[in-house]
């Protein structure tokens, strides 16, 4: 059977094109081997199920191990009305397991579905079915959150500490080792049941071991996915290159590196005749993600606007560039690591690159969305060149006209605060169905932005910063004509907000270190 690159659901060694996890295997590993409980909690479509698949699979195959594998996505609220129901759910789970995995272990199984009344009535069967098992049991439970705003739940991993510190005691038999999959830490859970509660870091898995297994992939890992896809396809691919920019792209998030190539193979390749991947395909993957609707964006917006701290702070960073230090035990900083929004980078950045642009998108669309249908009419929407190139110094005068046209004193306290938004949403228009707008990571202290506009064909560069003086300004100019260097442009475009009461509104052309800078004051 052919296989295909997936981004749903488990991934199957011998259906899917995989990124190497030899390495993040061994390490958990040798967790299990050493007995300990543990949580894999990481972001939505993070491989944690796919993880807990081929965990098991591994068990199964090592002498003297059992593994248990369970999930609670899906189960009824009935099942978390009480500690008897939850206790009988666990079971029938348990049994279902057993049936085919160790059918010798059922009987002890199917007695206990009609007795276990309770978290002691769950221990005790538990003890009794380690006891009899020749080999050591481990337990796998995925979608653990399913479960994470219910009491039982709790007291159940509550029930399997008290095991856990009494394991060697007979009556206290237990399993050797437990991996939850979800996610929250079971921290966050506790934390999430009683908001109310200022004890609220007591939790019933402070017996859990640190999970530090980097579940992203590095290029190194998603090179030989790369490598079978192309032996396997008969395609061409420059494969460390090519690992190396899905990388840049996507920090190794699972799911994001998977959906990249999928729609290279699946939606570009297609329309091909040359049988070989390209960078430029690899853009035109990423305009398509861009511009796409799924499950883990939805999700990833959905967190923000659930959490008004953490879509403030991330707009912050992301559309003022604000720099934030990074403090893991910071409550707004920890969710947004939770989440997948950001990561620790020498202060608090976004995950990936994908994630800003999405993020970048979303917040200046929703941010301007009232203010540009008040004012649509102002917002001009044509200023093509011959060849199809943009006319960028008109479209800054025009943004410079229209910002002195509407700097009353009405608007001015809005206009000051967001200022970058409102040329954002004055582009917008200008380059719809055309070409795109980029928010480059290129911040300085002196908080600048970077905008790569595509426009048909051609590339353009626009960096918006608040005026601090001549000698910033000249720091300024350093390093848009650096940042054009790398970019192969001879030509770069400057906007410069003057926070003062008497404007300028002054326009420059600028020659700086072999590079033509249009600058406009607004």
Known sequence: MQKEFNITGVCY???????DTSGKLADIMEMVERGKYFIINRPRQYGKTTTLYLLSEALSKREGYLPLRMNFQGIDEQWHESDSAFARMFVNQLADALEFQAPALAPILEAARKNVADMGGLSKTITRLVQQSEEKLVLLIDEVDASSNFFPFLNFLGMLRTKYLDRYAP???????????????????????????KAQYNSP?????????????????????????????????????MAEKLYYYTSGYPFLVSKLCKIIAEDIMPQKEARAWTMGDLEQAV???????????????????????????????????????????EPTISLGRLYGVFKPNSGVKIHNWI??????????????????????????????????????ESVLLKFQQ????????????????????????????IINGKGHDFKEPQVS?????????TYFHHKYVIELKRWYGPKAHQKGLDQLAGYLGRQGL?????????????????????????????????
Not at 224 to 239: C, K, N
């Open 287 to 329: 305009n398509l993600l861009l511009r796409e609707n799924n499950t883990n964006f939805d999700s990833l917006i959905k967190n923000l606007e659930n959490n008004p701290g953490l879509y403030k702070l991330t707009f912050e960073i992301i559309v003022n560039g604000v720099e934030v230090p990074f403090d893991p035990h």
């Open 402 to 429: 229209y910002m002195k046209e509407q700097y009353s004193q009405k608007d001015q306290p809005f206009l000051e605060r967001e200022w970058r938004l409102v040329f954002l949403a004055f582009l917008k228009p």
């Open 490 to 522: 001879g030509a770069g475009y400057l906007i410069i907000f003057e926070h003062r009461t008497e404007k300028t509104w002054r326009q420059e052309r600028i020659r700086h270190k072999d590079k033509d800078i249009f600058a406009v004051w607004v």
């Open 205 to 241: 898995w402070n017996i859990a071991a640190d999970f530090k297994v980097e579940m992203s992939f590095s290029p190194a890992e998603i090179a030989p996915m790369l490598e079978e896809y192309a032996q396997a396809e008969g395609v061409q691919v420059d494969v460390p290159a």
């Open 13 to 19: 060694p011998h259906l899917h094109y995989m990124m």
């Open 171 to 197: 009556q206290h038999a237990t399993f050797h080792s437990i991996v939850l999959a979800g996610v929250h830490d079971i921290k966050t859970l506790k934390s999430k049941v009683r908001p109310d509660e």
């Open 445 to 453: 202290e002196e908080k600048r932005l970077d905008i790569a506009v």
């Open 355 to 392: 994630y800003e642009q999405i993020l970048f998108n979303y917040m200046t669309a929703k941010a301007f969305n009232q203010y540009l249908e008040s004012r649509r009419e102002d917002f001009p929407t044509s200023f093509t060149k011959e060849h199809n190139e943009l006319d960028l």
